[in-house]
């Protein structure tokens, strides 16, 4: 193919709204995050750096634990995108990782490794899905009091139905006691 062809006219675009989507639906960010942290406190351990005529090696006795928390703080990258009902597990686990790579890995890879995997795996445990339905930006319609919205009727402890997530409401069956099956 020629630079003057492309493949399909508007693929372009689809792909890239297919990844916006794709992206959309996970922490993706997070997860770009902690495997971005993950390289340099894998790398650094083992790089050997040179100075002009000097060499500069960093390896250090922890060299084997640096390498076991990079690659974990790549696999936790890519599972907050590919499985990221775990997000709260990856993030901690993340987290805990970048903490602990500080005293084994030359300081968290240079500090780089170790903000990078932090901010990420903090990241990792703040997001939550987005709701099922899209986001109006409309107001609700009045009710015939001239309040917004729908007003639910109120249960024997003054709560709506709707804003009852006890679960032991009166109006519910239940009585604050659980079964153990």
């Keep these: 193919m020629s630079a003057e062809t492309s493949a399909a006219p508007g693929q372009f675009t689809r792909r890239r709204l297919q990844f916006r989507a794709w992206r959309g639906n996970r922490p993706f960010w997070a997860g770009l995050y902690v495997l971005l942290g993950g390289l340099p406190i894998m790398y650094f351990p083992y790089a050997h750096l040179k100075l002009g005529g000097l060499t500069v090696a960093m390896s250090t006795t922890a060299g084997a634990g640096s390498l076991i928390i990079g690659v974990l703080l790549v696999v936790l990258g890519l599972t907050l995108w590919f499985q990221q009902h775990v997000r709260v597990f990856a993030g901690v686990a993340a987290i805990l990782l970048a903490l602990v790579s500080i005293p084994v890995s030359n300081f968290g890879g240079f500090i780089v490794g170790f903000l990078l995997s932090l901010f990420g795996g903090a990241m990792a445990v703040a997001w939550a899905p987005a709701k099922s339905g899209r986001r109006s ?11 917004l919205g729908a007003s639910a009727p109120e249960t024997a402890n003054g709560l709506s139905k709707a ?14 006691r659980h079964s153990a099956g």
């Design 137 to 147: 930006t409309e107001p609700a319609p009045a009710d015939d009091d001239g309040t």
């Design 163 to 176: 804003n009852d997530l006890s679960g032991t409401s009166p109006a519910n069956g239940a009585n604050g």
